[in-house]
């Protein structure tokens, strides 16, 4: 990158999934040249999926790649310019802010956009951190190819857990999905189509608590806890009963936690779970001016890659507003009273 300490660019977005890139084509149309930091994950979370079923616009569905693919194409067209790296330092005590690149750049924005997602969730299993990788993944599409003729395990009853299941189903010997409780959270279109494919079975009130194989085996088994009143992990000193499985594969699909360690020691407010917190109302404002929020790393409700576009496209527009309205250079940075508080 050619960024010198004197450049300072009009709006910086950080991530390049679906809100990132909606930001970038709105603040490229108001001629703001954006610069797009393309973080560990380029794409998000959408590149992860296969069809995208519910983007309004695509009768047919389209690939989860193809619509961040497409995206980026209609950014650049329009002049954002993409760069990787990774924000591991913040000031944004100063302005014009200033971001510290895992690739040693330092980038001086007049105002920000966080569009950096959510990573997926791990279950705390034991042998976990060791076979991440090792025939235990969070992502069913990369990996599931590996798993053909495999008896496999899914963790989580929400739409990734059916997602990623009906995926590897196509692959697998056997897909056995292990939900803690006795109900799925999984939306009705995609619990049904789980609950009645033929390679796929349920174990419910059921869960994951150690992980078999080594690096070298792969996975090999696990061991799985149960309780007739579900979430037996919580309830280990209590008649759980455990159960040793033989499985290849381990597949987690129990949600995210959005990305912002990188915020934690900014004035940007950040809720119990991580969550970027945003000004009450129809805004995208956060707790410092000049910074603004977008996707799923402000949104623990609906987390949609249609409200990912959508936040992306408001936060753009009320980048916009501010810089036309405010003069970063010698506005001060302080923290907004939030009108909840
Ligand atoms: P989610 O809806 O939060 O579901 C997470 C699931 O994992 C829940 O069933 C939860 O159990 C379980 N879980 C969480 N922590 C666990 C732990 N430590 N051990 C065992 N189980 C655990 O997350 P998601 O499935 O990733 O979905 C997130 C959002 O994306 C949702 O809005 C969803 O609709 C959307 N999405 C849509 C599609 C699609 O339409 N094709 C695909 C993927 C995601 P509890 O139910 O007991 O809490």
Not at 122 to 147: I, K, P, Q, R
Not at 202 to 211: A, D, G, S
Not at 212 to 230: F, I, K, M, N, R
Not at 267 to 294: I, N, Q, W
Request: charged residues 25%.
């Amino acid at each position: 990158m050619s960024d010198t300490r004197d450049d300072v660019h009009e709006i910086v977005i950080v991530g390049s999934g679906v809100a990132g890139l909606s930001a970038a084509v709105y603040a490229a149309r108001a001629d703001l040249e954006p610069l797009v930091l393309e973080g560990p994950e380029p794409g998000g979370q959408l590149t992860l999926t296969t069809e995208v079923e519910n983007y309004l616009g695509f009768p047919e569905g389209v690939g989860g790649m193809e619509l961040i693919q497409q995206g980026k194409a209609q950014a650049s067209r329009f002049g954002a310019e993409f760069t990787h790296g990774t924000v591991e330092g913040t000031d944004l005590e100063e302005r014009p802010f200033e971001l510290e690149l895992s690739t040693g750049d330092t980038v001086r924005t007049r105002s920000l956009i966080v569009a950096t997602g959510a990573s997926a969730r791990w279950v705390g299993a034991e042998n976990e951190d060791e076979l991440m990788g090792y025939g235990l993944s969070t992502c069913a599409t990369c990996d599931g190819a590996f798993h053909r003729g495999d008896d496999v395990l899914v963790i989580g009853g929400g739409d990734s857990a059916m997602e990623e299941a009906l995926f590897l189903a196509k692959f697998a010997d056997s897909v056995t999905v292990v939900h803690r409780r006795d109900e799925l959270r999984a939306s009705d279109i995609m619990s049904r189509r789980a609950l009645e494919h033929d390679s796929i079975e349920f174990r419910w009130n059921t869960e994951l608590l150690e992980i078999h194989g080594s690096q070298e085996t792969g996975v090999t088994g696990a061991t799985l806890v149960s309780h007739p009143d579900g979430h037996p992990t919580a309830k280990l000193d209590e008649d759980v009963t455990h159960e040793d499985v033989e499985v290849g594969g381990v597949f987690y699909g129990v949600g995210h936690v959005p990305n912002t360690n990188f915020l934690e020691a900014t004035s940007v407010d950040l809720d119990d779970e991580g969550y970027l917190v945003t000004r009450d109302g129809m805004t995208t404002e956060t707790a410092v001016e000049g910074v603004f929020g977008a996707g799923d790393v402000m949104d623990p409700d609906y987390r949609q890659a249609i409200t990912a576009a959508g936040t992306g496209s408001m936060a753009a527009l009320d980048a916009e507003d501010w810089l036309e309205t405010t003069d970063p250079v010698i506005e001060p940075v302080t923290p907004m009273a939030n009108s909840s508080d």
